[in-house]
C-alpha cells in the first residue's frame, strides 16, 4: 500500500480556465509568492539541466501516474497537472537524454478540470488529481487497470469512496524553521526535505491536522526546537498520528533526536488538556541520520501505548509500528469483495502471505476452516497473534518467516491449501514466491494488489503456470492520488 508522496511546483493559487477561444485567457501556473520553506528550493529548469524552452503541446493521454503525455520535436513529454485534449504551454529543459516538462498555462481547458480544493496541492504532490473532478478520476482509474488486465479479462466497475476526503487514518509532520526562524510543520516537497508548512490536508483526518497545530503552537512556549538536519541540532523531528476510525481511539507519536526531553511531564498535561481525545502517546527516538521517520527506541509517555480499531466486524490492536490500511472504509469494500472471491464454505485451508497484523486472516478465519498466517516482520507477527487472542478466534495461525519458503516446506510434506490470499507490497512478488505458489496448487488464488502494474506482470506466470483468472475487481483505495487497488481470483486449470 501506498506510502505518502510529496512534490514540488507552484504555490497554491486556485486556476481559472476558459475554453471559449474567442474570448480565453490562459491559465497560468506562475507568478505566485512561494510560501516560506525550511530550505530554499531551485529553479526547476536549472535543477533539471540547462536553459528551459517554451513550447505549446496538446495532450493526448495520461500516464499510469497521472501526468499528461505530450509531444515535442520527437520527444515524448510528461507533465503534471495537464488533462487529455488540453492545450498548453510548458517549460521544457533537457539534459543528455533526460527530458524534462513542467505546466506553465493551459491556452485551452479540459471540461473535466476543476480548481483544486486544497491550497497546497501545486506545492506539495502528495495528491496528484485534485485538478480532475471525481468522475475524471474514477474513469483514469478504470482506464489504467483496464489497460493493464485486458489480457486477462475484463475488470468490474471500480469501487469508489462517497467521501473521498479525511480518509487517512495515519499521518505524518516533519518540523523545521523558517528564514525567520519560525517553527513550521507540514510535508515534505517531493524528492526534497523542503517542508512545506501547511495547517491542513485535505485526505487527512482532520481531528489529526488539529493535534499538530497545537503541538506546533506549544513548540515555543516549551522552548522545544526542530531537528535541523543539517546541524544535527535540536528536538522534535516529526509528530506520527494514528486515529482508530471506529473506537475513536487517537495515539500521538513524537519523534525525538534524543531520549532526554525536558518537561515532558508538564507538555503531556498541557497536550491532553487541549485534546482529551488522544488516548495515548509515546516518544520516538530517531538519532540516526536516515529518511526513516522511526527509530527503534519507544518510550510510552500516556495511555497504553497502542489504539484498537474495527474492521469487518473485528477488533485489531494497532501500535506505532504496525502496518494497518490507511483507508478503512475502502479496505471493509477490498477485503469483503477479496473474502467472496476465495469462496469459503467453513471446510477451507487457507494460506495468508504478506499476512502482517493479521487483518485480512482473522477476517477469513470466519468463514474458513483453518487459516495460516506468515509475515516476515516479527513485530507484526506479535500483533496477528495478539489480534487473534483478542477476537477469540482459535482457528488461525501466525508463522514468522519467508512465505515462499514456507509454502514450498508446505508441499514437501504434502500438506495441502485450498486458497492462498496474497497481499503483496507495491514491488509484487518474485518467482520464487509464485512458483511456491504454483508447487502448492491450492484451488484459488486471491491477489491483492496496490500496484495493477506488477500485479499484471505477476499474473502472466501464474497463467502460464495453470491458472486461469476469473474476477477482477479495481478499489479506490487512495482517491486524489494516482494510485489504485485491484484485487484479482485465480482458479486452477
Known amino acids: 500500500m501506498n506510502k505518502r508522496k510529496n512534490h ?16 480565453r485567457k490562459p491559465h497560468a501556473l506562475e507568478g505566485h509568492q512561494k510560501r516560506s520553506s525550511a530550505k530554499g528550493k531551485a529553479n526547476n529548469a536549472s535543477k533539471h539541466g540547462g536553459k528551459a524552452v517554451t513550447a505549446e503541446v496538446t495532450c493526448s493521454g495520461l500516464t499510469s501516474e497521472g501526468k499528461g503525455i505530450a509531444q515535442w520535436k520527437g520527444e515524448r513529454l510528461e507533465i503534471a497537472h495537464l488533462m487529455p485534449g488540453e492545450k498548453a504551454e510548458v517549460l521544457v529543459s533537457k539534459k543528455g537524454q533526460f527530458v524534462h516538462a513542467e505546466l506553465k498555462q493551459v491556452i485551452e481547458s479540459s471540461k473535466d478540470r476543476v480548481a483544486p480544493p486544497c491550497p497546497y496541492y501545486y506545492e506539495c504532490g502528495g495528491c496528484q488529481l485534485q485538478h480532475m473532478n471525481q468522475q475524471a478520476q474514477t474513469r483514469f482509474k478504470q482506464e489504467t487497470v483496464d489497460v493493464l488486465m485486458k489480457p486477462f479479462g475484463k475488470p468490474e466497475p471500480i469501487m469508489t469512496m462517497d467521501h473521498p476526503y ?11 524553521l523558517n528564514q525567520q526562524r519560525q517553527v513550521i510543520g507540514g510535508l515534505y516537497a517531493q524528492n526534497t526535505h523542503d517542508i512545506i508548512p501547511m495547517d491542513r490536508c485535505l485526505i487527512h483526518d482532520p481531528k489529526a491536522d488539529e493535534i499538530v497545530q497545537t503541538i506546533k503552537g506549544m513548540m515555543k512556549s516549551f522552548k522545544m526546537q526542530p531537528y535541523n538536519e543539517d546541524t544535527g541540532r535540536g528536538f522534535l523531528r516529526h509528530v506520527l498520528i494514528k486515529v482508530g476510525k471506529v ?19 508538564n507538555f503531556v498535561k498541557a497536550l491532553r488538556q487541549a485534546h482529551p481525545e488522544i488516548t495515548t502517546i509515546l516518544q520516538n527516538v530517531n538519532n540516526r541520520k536516515t ?7 519507544e518510550k510510552v509517555l500516556f495511555g497504553k501505548g497502542t489504539i484498537t480499531d474495527t474492521l469487518g466486524g473485528l477488533k485489531f490492536e494497532i501500535s506505532a509500528k504496525s502496518f494497518y490500511q490507511i483507508n478503512p472504509v475502502q479496505t471493509e469494500k477490498l477485503y469483503t469483495k477479496a473474502i467472496e472471491m476465495a469462496e469459503l464454505s467453513g471446510k477451507e485451508t487457507v494460506v495468508d502471505a504478506y499476512c502482517g497484523i493479521g487483518t485480512i486472516s482473522l477476517i477469513a478465519s470466519q468463514k474458513a476452516g483453518k487459516v495460516i498466517g506468515v509475515e516476515l516482520n516479527k513485530d507484526a507477527v506479535r500483533d496477528a497473534i495478539r489480534n487473534s487472542k483478542r477476537n477469540g478466534i482459535k482457528n488461525a495461525r501466525f508463522y514468522q518467516g519467508d512465505a515462499g519458503k514456507f509454502m514450498v516446506d508446505m508441499a514437501a510434506r504434502g500438506d495441502k491449501a485450498d486458497v492462498v490470499i496474497m497481499d503483496p507490497p507495491r514491488t509484487g512478488s518474485d518467482e520464487a514466491f509464485l512458483s511456491s505458489v504454483v508447487k502448492l496448487k491450492p484451488k484459488r488464488v486471491v491477489y491483492v494488489s496496490c500496484n495493477p502494474e506488477t500485479q499484471a506482470r505477476d499474473l502472466k506466470y501464474l497463467v502460464k503456470n495453470g491458472y486461469k483468472v476469473d474476477g477482477i475487481q479495481p478499489v479506490d483505495m ?11 481470483k485465480l482458479v486452477r486449470e
Do not use: C, W
Not at 291 to 297: D, I, K, N, P
Open 247 to 265: 473506537s475513536g481511539e487517537i495515539m500521538v507519536v513524537l519523534v525525538a533526536a534524543s531520549s532526554e526531553f525536558k518537561g515532558k511531564n
Open 291 to 297: 529518511s526513516m521517520v522511526l527509530g527503534e527506541q
Open 478 to 488: 487512495f482517491p486524489q492520488t494516482y494510485h489504485v487497488e485491484s484485487v484479482v
Open 8 to 23: 514540488k511546483s507552484k504555490n497554491a493559487g486556485k486556476k481559472q480556465h476558459r475554453s471559449d477561444k474567442q474570448n
Open 166 to 176: 479525511d480518509y487517512r487514518n495515519k499521518s505524518h509532520t516533519s518540523f523545521g
